[in-house]
């Protein structure tokens, strides 16, 4: 497997920015199991005030919100895709995002890089981050 390094990426003043303008975060592929890191994060957030809105192919509800299948099943305003996929799915993520037209950042965790992805996000109008953990940078935002 190559490793991509993020030549699209966020500052630490845009994630600030993220996180103050955020309301909304669709955390796709946030499992059901409480050990995963996409169930660890989204707990945090949603415990941070964060509408939570569990993306996942199986489960009713995880964390107590309704699951959908995919970002267009999602019949209200996005504002946030925290993204928990493998890179290659990444280019059909970004095109989905746009597809909304609602969706301001395009964020894909820790160890995650497309900058094919993240670049298309970006010219559509999103704020992009990459290879970074929303847990983590918010909670460094904290202090």
């Known amino acids: 497997m190559e ?9 630490k003043q845009e994630i600030k920015e993220i996180f103050q303008e955020v309301k909304t975060i669709a955390v796709l592929g946030l499992s059901p199991d409480p050990e ?6 989204a707990k945090y957030l949603q415990g941070e005030g964060f509408r939570i809105v569990p993306v996942y192919p199986k489960e009713d509800t995880i964390l107590g919100e309704k699951v959908y299948r995919s970002l267009a099943e999602i019949p209200f305003p996005i504002d946030m895709v925290d993204i928990f996929r493998a890179a290659k799915a990444l280019d059909a993520v970004a095109d989905a995002c746009i597809a909304r037209g609602d969706v301001k950042v395009f964020w894909a965790q820790k160890e995650i890089v497309n900058n ?23 909670e460094a935002l904290k202090g």
Do not use: L, W
Not at 36 to 41: A, E, F, L
Not at 116 to 138: F, L, P, R, S, Y
């Open 36 to 41: 995963k890191p996409s169930y660890r994060v």
């Open 116 to 138: 094919v992805a993240a670049q298309k996000a970006k010219d559509a109008g999103m704020k992009a981050v990459q290879n970074m953990c929303t847990m983590i940078e918010h």
């Open 3 to 11: 490793c991509e390094f993020p030549s699209v990426n966020s500052n």
